[in-house]
């Protein structure tokens, strides 16, 4: 499978689950199952909740103002990546994560509005940058390992003042960028924990072991640890896209975010061929701040690629 397919896999597989996941969110583990018992069986893209059948929420939404950005930018901009998602949020997004939202609205400049609430609140830890790394990781994969974690913690630290938070998307960038190489995201995590901040690193190697199970969560998984770690189990214990985002909505709570996490890393593992038709088919992305745009498969598959091309350097 070439890279390029990985790419778009990721893009379109984490924009799925997002949408896969909105109807749930909140909502008991077990409540996506009993609903659809079989693969393939009914319309699982079902919509409820305020969401469209296929409609992607503030995950996918934020994850496309990235890629926009690092492409219009010709590189990681963060003033202008700050700005634009001052403009989504305040064009009025369906769901906006209430910490992003404090951010974003609290008048600071960009460097300084996430330390702002963090000294304030104190609690920054959500998934909120975790669910938005698929465009960012595909675009700087290529300049390897570092260069990919550090824009991962720059980019989560506009809107997370917790050290915990860059991590979690640092880490989820780093795993993304294994897949997209054709490694395994799964083997690679011994080495990606080692450049952790040596903070934070113990606590992220005990979710993300083998051993563990989303039934060992100390917190909501709106939390930045258990909701990494239960997209890595959901990828560990499954043998492809579709039963690793089922099994990730399944588990309950914030379903389109972990199911957003899920598939993009079952995406870039399994390539967009994997991700079943009648998922991507009603798949759609409003996107409030940039002239109320609503994009489809072939406008991601754009934008993955465009991303993942060295050229889009500039
Ligand atoms: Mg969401």
């Given at each position: 499978?070439?890279?390029?397919e990985r790419a778009?896999?990721?893009?379109?597989?984490?924009?799925?689950?997002?949408?896969?996941?909105?109807?749930?969110?909140?909502?008991?583990p077990?409540?996506?199952s009993?609903?659809f018992?079989?693969p393939?069986?009914?319309s699982?893209?079902?919509?409820?909740?305020?969401?469209?059948?296929?409609?992607?929420?503030?995950?996918?939404?934020?994850?496309?103002?990235?890629?926009?950005?690092?492409?219009?930018?010709?590189?990681?901009?963060l003033?202008?990546?700050?700005?634009?998602?001052?403009?989504?949020?305040?064009?009025g997004?369906?769901?906006?994560?209430?910490?992003?939202?404090?951010?974003?609205?609290?008048?600071?400049?960009?460097?300084?509005a996430?330390?702002?609430?963090?000294?304030?609140?104190?609690?920054?830890?959500?998934?909120?940058a975790?669910?938005?790394a698929?465009?960012?990781?595909?675009?700087?994969?290529?300049?390897?390992?570092?260069?990919?974690?550090?824009?991962?913690?720059?980019?989560?630290?506009?809107?997370?003042?917790?050290?915990?938070?860059?991590?979690?998307?640092?880490?989820?960038?780093?795993?993304?960028?294994?897949?997209?190489?054709?490694?395994?995201?799964?083997?690679?995590?011994?080495e990606?924990?080692?450049?952790?901040?040596?903070?934070?690193?113990?606590?992220?190697a005990?979710?993300?072991?083998?051993?563990?199970?989303?039934d060992?969560?100390?917190?909501?998984?709106?939390?930045?640890?258990p909701?990494?770690?239960s997209?890595?189990?959901?990828?560990?214990?499954?043998?492809?896209?579709?039963?690793?985002?089922?099994?990730?909505?399944?588990?309950?709570?914030?379903?389109?975010?972990?199911?957003?996490?899920?598939?993009?890393?079952?995406?870039a593992?399994?390539?967009?061929?994997?991700?079943?038709?009648?998922?991507?088919?009603?798949?759609?992305?409003?996107?409030?701040?940039?002239?109320?745009r609503?994009?489809?498969?072939?406008?991601?598959?754009?934008?993955?690629q465009?991303?993942?091309r060295?050229?889009?350097?500039?």
């Open positions: 499978m070439s890279r390029m778009v896999g990721a893009v379109v597989g984490s924009a799925a689950g997002d949408a896969l996941g909105a109807p749930f969110e909140f909502g008991l077990g409540a996506f009993a609903r018992p079989e393939g069986l009914g699982e893209m079902c919509g409820g909740g305020g969401w469209e059948a296929g409609e992607a929420t503030d995950d996918t939404q934020m994850a496309l103002h990235v890629g926009e950005s690092l492409l219009e930018r010709h590189g990681l901009d003033p202008d990546i700050f700005a634009r998602f001052q403009r989504w949020a305040a064009a997004p369906k769901d906006i994560g209430l910490q992003t939202e404090d951010v974003l609205a609290n008048g600071e400049p960009w460097n300084l996430s330390a702002a609430h963090y000294k304030v609140n104190h609690h920054a830890a959500g998934n909120g975790l669910m938005r698929t465009t960012s990781a595909v675009y700087f994969a290529d300049q390897g390992r570092q260069a990919t974690m550090d824009a991962a913690r720059r980019i989560a630290a506009l809107t997370h003042g917790d050290r915990a938070a860059w991590e979690g998307t640092a880490i989820h960038h780093e795993l993304l960028r294994v897949a997209l190489d054709g490694g395994d995201p799964l083997a690679a995590l011994p990606v924990l080692a450049h952790v901040h040596p903070d934070h690193r113990e606590r992220y005990n979710v993300l072991a083998p051993r563990w199970t989303p060992h969560a100390t917190e909501f998984n709106g939390a930045v640890w909701c990494l770690a997209a890595v189990w959901a990828l560990r214990t499954t043998s492809s896209y579709e039963d690793a985002v089922r099994a990730a909505v399944d588990l309950g709570g914030d379903t389109d975010t972990v199911a957003a996490v899920t598939g993009g890393l079952a995406g593992v399994y390539g967009m061929d994997a991700i079943p038709t009648r998922w991507t088919q009603p798949l759609h992305v409003p996107l409030p701040g940039a002239g109320d609503v994009l489809r498969v072939p406008e991601l598959i754009d934008l993955a465009r991303l993942a060295p050229a889009a350097r500039g």
